[in-house]
């Protein structure tokens, strides 16, 4: 198994996957110098979601003077960088090629060895920043806006995807309802803040593919059941305890979550389970995946809130061990919006 040795190893990766333009500089893998993220929220606020047009625009303002940054705040100079990590895939197409043409431009100025990145390996990457005991095997439950998916992670540079969603993202459906709900966007955050005045049994929303043979997902339902609930309490003029939707909505998505995580680690017998992605800092995923991985004796690993966003050190946590297996890509590494794990 691979592990981490060479601590003057410094990596400079690029993230720009949706609205975040991120920098960082990593050494050794795991240890962050700087990660500068440069947030689209008030821009695309007033949209109640990602605008793909402006994202990129925004990119291409932003990315230079973020590389900058990131060199500057971790005291390096671009010839000392070992290699630059990218994000080539799977996002928003514009957004991506923003990050990917700057990654290419800089190693193709030094000869810096450039490192396309899954972002979703980004993600389960992130624990290792986090948590420096934490090592593979594991399995890794992702749940973002755009992902929801189980991996079985063997090794560093080895993956299997287990399961995914079928439809809707977990963290879509969030923001899908919280903004039926008229909720600002981005939706997750207010639903979880939301959700701590409400009562999770005061409705009963569905849970889908809860079978024990099915480590697939589906949220398009339940998102059309709350939307179904809000519309008939309309029309009978009904009053809706916006609390009490926000907690029996959010509660159907962890338990399916919850149950499925858990069922994997079993199901490949590993003792340890990451959680990784922008819907990993829900405070009652958080919660009820720490009771079900204490009860079946399971190890729960989970990062920060600012490393479970889109960010350029989990990017450059990833870059440094496909670097390390010589793993690099040429100048006509390009995006891939659709990219699967393990590719």
């Known amino acids: 198994m691979e592990k981490t040795t060479d601590n003057a190893c410094l990596t400079l990766a690029i993230e720009t996957s949706c609205d975040e333009t991120s920098a960082a500089v990593v050494a050794g893998g795991r240890q962050i110098l700087s990660n500068i993220i440069s947030s689209q929220v008030p821009v695309h606020q007033k949209f ?197 939707v926000a907690a029996s909505f959010q509660a159907a998505v962890v338990d399916v979550l919850v149950s499925k995580a858990v069922q994997a680690a079993r199901f490949y017998s590993v003792d340890r389970l990451v959680l990784a992605g922008g819907v990993a800092a829900n405070s009652m995923l958080q919660a009820k995946l720490t009771g079900a991985c204490t009860e079946q004796d399971i190890r729960l690993y989970y990062p920060g809130a600012v490393l479970c966003t889109d960010n350029a050190a989990m990017i450059a946590c990833r870059a440094y061990y496909q670097f390390c297996s010589g793993k690099v890509s040429d100048l006509y590494l390009n995006a891939v919006p659709s990219l699967k794990i393990g590719c």
């Open 48 to 244: 109640g979601g990602v605008v793909p047009e402006i994202a990129s625009r925004k990119h291409i303002e932003n990315v230079i003077p973020v590389v900058d940054e990131a060199l500057q705040q971790a005291g390096v100079a671009l010839a000392q960088i070992s290699a630059i990590g990218v994000t080539y895939g799977p996002g928003l197409v514009g957004a991506l090629l923003v990050g990917v043409a700057a990654a290419k431009a800089l190693a193709f100025a030094t000869g810096i060895p450039l490192v396309g990145v899954n972002h979703l390996e980004g993600h389960i990457f992130a624990n290792f920043l986090a948590h420096a005991e934490l090592e593979p095997p594991f399995v890794a439950l992702v749940v973002s806006g755009g992902h929801t998916s189980l991996v079985s992670v063997q090794d560093y540079n080895q993956f299997a995807l287990i399961g995914q969603t079928r439809d809707d993202a977990a963290g879509e459906a969030f923001d899908k309802v919280a903004r039926v709900m008229g909720l600002p966007y981005p939706g997750g955050p207010q639903i979880d803040r939301l959700a701590a005045a409400g009562n999770p049994a005061a409705i009963d929303f569905p849970r889908a593919l809860t079978g024990k043979s099915s480590f697939e997902f589906s949220f398009s339902g339940l998102k059309s059941a709350v939307l179904n609930y809000l519309n008939q309490a309309e029309q009978r003029g009904q009053r809706v305890s916006q609390a009490d």
